[in-house]
């Protein structure tokens, strides 16, 4: 049996190997392809749930049984694997967009009136007919046919992109000695030196992978070793990278596919592709992004500039850099942050236990949501991988996976993803629960030590969990408006930007420390150090996201696809940056997410969505009991208006159910110090 044609239960990823690709996408997409026939035809009456019951059972069986197959491309990337994939990529992305812009089945919606629609039905109906216009269904003839060849041109460079970023990223090794390694914190050097054992060699093996590279970054007294790791790390897949890594270069990967986007846009009747993204999301248009971005940088700005001073001064009265390179801030960063708050992140670092961590987070989630979490079993990618179940009065809400851990071959990042959505399945009348995949790279426990996580990597994993929540938590039962289905996309970061300000609570954070070696809670005096350094740099650190912001748009909104993308990264950090990268990098090589994520034309979601979740959370701060505690009723507001509802009504309708009020940016500025009195 092919276990990717199973869908009694979940994935079965421990049997699923690459030669079961091509026949299981032989016959779902055959399936498929008989169910459009089948609705589509003359006599075929067009109600919501006829046309559930036939193509959306059969589109959603095709969706997870690919979507398996790209989870374990992301996480477990294998040659063999890797070609599955890519042979059966096409085949995908051409029945996709087919069926998007299938003129018949668009007449069948159109025919439906939204009057014989429950109100999810409806903004699901709303959805589909805008996406039909989106995905072509009003093109015709040659113009058809080149959107159509499009959509499959850019999955495959999308797909070649994200394999040369994660080869460049594997291919780099460098074997240091343990005196390069001065000032780098005691478990990654072990962990560095265990990678060598097992790949049979001495010394030890640094490499891209964030829980080596960033410790070097911060921590290494070595200013060469650091400039090594750094040049490799921002030259990855281009042409600036060491000969022997220039296989990898993205540059015109990069260069086509904006050539296809604004072709594509055109097709659709857009002026570039900048509209096209911002037309399904909650802002209007790229100048009013692009306007948004100009604002918020103008109130970093100041705080930014005064970031860079005394970074630059610290350098030069206590570390003797009169002239620091781009590989020497984080360094300085650092040890101004030690300097000046008697803390650093080493410090905090023993005390988050990733077991200890993960029962911290759980409990909250329990308290605000009026859940329970426990483990579970099913077949899992790797024996790190852990599987739960979330239950609500004893019921059924839904399953999580979590990777937790970086290794080769696994992509870089962290993200959540859908198994499966929350269902009233048309074609047993049965409610389906939803699955989601929560991913992060870690570093994993050496010896018998647990996982040891930096604060920022307990922010991470908040993050994701918030994603996690809006998609397990819907009461929503149609499916493309359960959970995340259907969210707007500049509103999909709101609920994993609001997980993370629980990471900066002390009635929350005390009960998820526990030091690895005596046990004891994070000391309230340390936790008051980090909190008294939580807004260092943020000027610098908004900055920096606005620089990528700015440029994924107006590089979709006002580039010639035809010219050099540098000179506009260029002027970008010319307008926005207070500090300079060397001419020779190249970090829009591995801009995954505009290149490979979905965020082309929406990087600019993650500041967008940070003013939401902000003024979300300030509600809870208006609430907080005197034990400093959550307040549980408004975390049920929370839940009741926001993760319920998922995508089954606009993402304002939503926020202004909770708050009674648009958002405002105050509380995003006073979060990261960045308030101006008066």
């Known amino acids: 049996m092919n276990p990717l044609l199973q869908f009694n239960a979940f ?24 169910a459009l026939n089948t609705v589509t035809q003359a006599d075929f009456v067009p109600r919501w749930e006829a046309i559930a019951g036939v193509l959306d059972v059969a589109t959603e069986r095709l969706g997870r049984g690919w979507g398996a197959i790209s989870h374990l ?28 812009a299938d003129e018949r089945l668009y007449a069948k919606y159109k025919a439906i009136d939204p009057a014989s629609l429950n109100p999810e039905q409806r903004q699901a109906h709303h959805n589909a007919m805008r996406n039909f216009v989106l995905g072509g269904a009003e093109l015709q003839g040659t113009a058809r046919e080149r959107f159509a060849a499009i959509q499959e041109r850019q999955a495959a460079l999308s797909q070649q992109f994200s394999e040369n970023a994660l080869d460049a990223t594997d291919a780099f090794v460098y074997s240091a000695n343990l005196d390069e390694l001065d000032g780098v914190p005691d478990d ?26 960033l410790p070097v970054m911060q921590f290494a007294r070595s200013s060469a070793l650091r400039e090594r790791l750094y040049r490799a790390y921002v030259t990855r897949a281009s042409d600036q990278a060491d000969e022997a890594m220039r296989k990898f270069d993205n540059t015109a990967l990069m260069g086509e596919m904006l050539t296809l986007r604004r072709e594509e846009a055109q097709l659709l009747g857009f002026d570039n592709f900048g509209q096209l993204s911002v037309a399904p999301k909650m802002a209007d248009s790229p100048e009013q992004v692009i306007t948004f971005l100009r604002d918020l940088a103008q109130r970093a700005r100041p705080f930014a500039q005064r970031d860079l001073a005394d970074l630059r001064q610290f350098a030069a009265t206590d570390l003797g850099l009169n002239d620091p390179q781009s590989w020497d801030w984080p360094y300085v960063s650092e040890k101004l942050k030690e300097a000046r708050y008697a803390f650093s992140e080493q410090e905090v670092k023993p005390y988050f236990t990733a077991p200890k961590v993960l029962a911290g987070l759980f409990k909250i989630i329990e308290t605000l949501f009026d859940v329970s979490i426990a483990p579970d079993t099913a077949p899992v990618w790797h024996p790190g991988v852990g599987f739960y179940r979330i239950e609500r009065a004893g019921q059924l809400v839904g399953h999580f996976y979590l990777d937790p851990a970086a290794r080769s071959g696994k992509r870089g990042g962290a ?51 918030g994603h996690g929540l809006h998609h397990l938590l819907t009461q929503v039962n149609e499916r493309d408006v359960s959970g995340i289905s259907g969210v707007e996309w500049d509103a999909v970061e709101l609920p994993s930007q609001f997980m993370e300000n629980f990471c900066w609570e002390w009635d929350v954070l005390r009960h998820m420390t526990a030091h690895v070696d005596t046990g004891e809670p994070l000391p309230r005096a340390l936790f008051d150090k980090m909190l008294a350094a939580k807004n260092f740099q943020s000027g610098m650190q908004t900055l920096r996201q606005i620089e990528f912001s700015l440029f994924d748009m107006l590089l979709h909104a006002e580039h010639d696809p035809s010219k050099d993308l540098l000179p506009l990264q260029q002027q970008v950090r010319d307008e ?8 020779w990098s190249r970090t829009a090589n591995t801009f995954s997410h505009i290149f490979a994520g979905g965020y082309a034309a929406g990087y600019y979601s993650y500041k967008w969505a940070e003013v939401l979740s902000a003024d979300a959370y300030a509600a809870f701060e208006e609430t907080a009991g005197v034990d400093g505690l959550p307040n549980r009723e408004t975390g049920q507001r929370y839940l009741q208006t926001i993760l319920e509802m998922g995508g089954s009504r606009p993402a304002m309708e939503s926020f202004k159910a909770f708050r009674g009020r648009e958002p405002q940016l105050d509380a995003l500025l006073r979060h990261q110090g960045m308030a101006t009195p008066g």
């Open 188 to 213: 990654v050097i072990k962990a560095a030196q265990a990678a060598a054992q097992a790949d049979s060699k001495g010394g030890y093996k640094l490499t891209l992978k964030m829980p080596c590279y």
């Open 415 to 465: 993200w959540m993803d859908d198994v499966r959505s929350r269902w009233l399945r048309p074609d047993s009348g049965q409610l389906q629960t939803p699955v989601a995949q929560l991913v992060c790279n870690f570093a994993e426990g050496v010896g018998d030590k647990p996982a040891l996580l930096t604060h920022d990597d307990v922010t991470t994993l908040f993050h994701e969990f």
């Open 73 to 100: 491309n992301a996480v477990a990337d294998t040659p063999e694997l890797r070609a599955a994939y890519n042979a059966a990529l096409p085949r995908i992305t051409e029945f996709f967009t087919r069926l998007g």
């Open 576 to 583: 926005v940056a207070v500090l300079q990268p060397p001419a």
């Open 11 to 34: 994935p079965l990823f421990d049997q699923i190997r690459p030669e079961h690709v091509a026949p299981a996408m032989d016959e779902l997409l055959a399936a498929a392809d008989a």
